[in-house]
């Protein structure tokens, strides 16, 4: 096994687990959700990326439209919020989740 996506972190600990278990050669682990496992895990360099869908950006990108609409702008009916792409390198650039 060369790579290993999970669409949620907290999924990745079991792979984790199960790979550390079979005492397999750890895989490059990519997750989505940017919980505190997730993060944990990057820390521990068990899992190489979690995809975050960070609350900090969702809550400040909302606003931010509200504020348009308040300010009578016209804003798209859909708006992309970009995910971040947490590594070792990065971590220590967002705030820890507590969830």
Same mark, same amino acid.
């Given at each position: 096994?060369?790579?290993?996506?999970?669409?949620?972190?907290?999924?990745?600990?079991?792979?984790?687990?199960?790979?550390?278990? +079979?005492?397999?050669? !750890?895989?490059?682990?990519?997750? %989505?959700?940017?919980? #505190?496992?997730?993060?944990d895990q990057v820390k521990?360099?068990?899992?190489?990326?979690?995809?975050m869908q960070n609350f900090?950006?969702? +809550?400040?990108?909302? !606003?931010?439209?509200?504020?348009? %609409?308040?300010?009578? #702008?016209?804003?798209?009916?859909i708006n992309y919020i970009?995910?971040?792409?947490?590594?070792?390198?990065?971590?220590?650039?967002?705030?820890?989740?507590?969830?």
């Open positions: 096994i060369d790579g290993v996506f999970c669409h949620w972190d907290n999924g990745a600990t079991g792979a984790i687990q199960a790979i550390q278990t +079979a005492n397999m050669k !750890m895989p490059y682990i990519v997750a %989505v959700d940017g919980c #505190k496992g997730g993060f521990a360099g068990t899992q190489a990326v979690s995809l900090e950006t969702m +809550a400040t990108g909302s !606003m931010d439209l509200c504020k348009q %609409v308040l300010e009578g #702008k016209t804003v798209e009916k970009k995910w971040d792409t947490v590594t070792k390198d990065n971590i220590d650039t967002f705030t820890y989740p507590e969830w």
